[in-house]
């Protein structure tokens, strides 16, 4: 199957600064790329939808500002966390889906942790 | 509008037992079901996926689920459970809306006893 790499798989990181996160398609090419942040114990929360070359759009409620988004190449999506604060620590986890498929392949997830 | 019930928040089996989480979807076209598997920290493992044809589909790991339209349901079934499935499970609905994130269910918890 599809493989989906997620970069770094940890981060713990002082309050304001920024972090980015990385997510690869290593074998496919990504046309749209999906970013998750998931709490303990629940379901993942959708943050934002990425097409390649294109702005991202991001869920209500979701500030576009501190949650950068990049889909710069069709194997490339990067996550941006930018001043981060305690409350951004969690689990952050990317999808992404080939052209013409409807299965989403997930990376392994990035665990965030800000002092 | 599209959604998944999963009725069951926190399952617990003792290992060598049968096991069946259930999952209720809605939405108004054929729905392309998935079930995930989850373990602590990290992503999510695809078990199984229902597109069209043989409403019993098989995965990986022993699972197989059941699609039944007239239920709304895709339920996971295990005949018999290791220690090792303890794990969070996650079912999907996708659409053939290419720019459309999956609906996800709030997930089942799995616990296995020795």
């Known amino acids: 199957g599809a493989v989906v790499s997620q970069h770094p798989s940890r981060v713990i990181c002082k309050s304001g600064t920024s972090v980015k996160i990385e997510c690869r398609s290593l074998d496919f090419q990504a046309t749209t790329m999906f970013w998750y942040r998931q709490f303990p114990k629940q379901s993942l929360m959708l943050m934002a939808t990425?097409?390649?070359?294109?702005?991202?759009?991001?869920e209500q409620g979701v500030e576009k500002d501190k949650f950068l988004i990049n889909h710069a190449s069709l194997t490339l999506s990067t996550l941006t966390v930018t001043s981060a604060h305690p409350e951004d620590s969690s689990f952050y986890i990317c999808?992404?889906?080939?052209?013409?498929?409807?299965?989403?392949?997930f990376g392994e997830g990035s665990r965030l942790t800000v002092l | 509008a599209q959604s998944v019930t999963q009725p069951d928040i926190h399952i617990t089996v003792s290992e060598g037992a049968s096991l069946e989480l259930r999952c209720n979807y809605s939405?108004?076209?054929?729905?392309?079901l998935f079930w995930y598997v989850q373990s602590p920290g990290q992503g999510l493992q695809l078990l199984l996926k229902y597109f069209s044809g043989d409403t019993l589909v098989q995965g990986i790991k022993g699972f197989e689920a059941e699609f039944k339209r007239s239920q709304s349901s895709f339920n996971l079934r295990k005949p018999s459970v290791h220690w090792s499935d303890a794990a969070e499970y996650f079912c999907?609905?996708?659409?053939?809306?290419?720019?459309?994130?999956?609906?996800f269910g709030p997930g089942t918890r799995l616990s296995v006893l020795p």
């Open positions: 990425s097409n390649e070359g294109s702005k991202a759009t991001y």
């Open positions: 999808s992404a889906r080939g052209p013409g498929s409807i299965e989403l392949f």
């Open positions: 999907a609905v996708g659409s053939d809306n290419y720019g459309q994130n999956f609906v």
């Open positions: 939405y108004g076209a054929t729905p392309y």
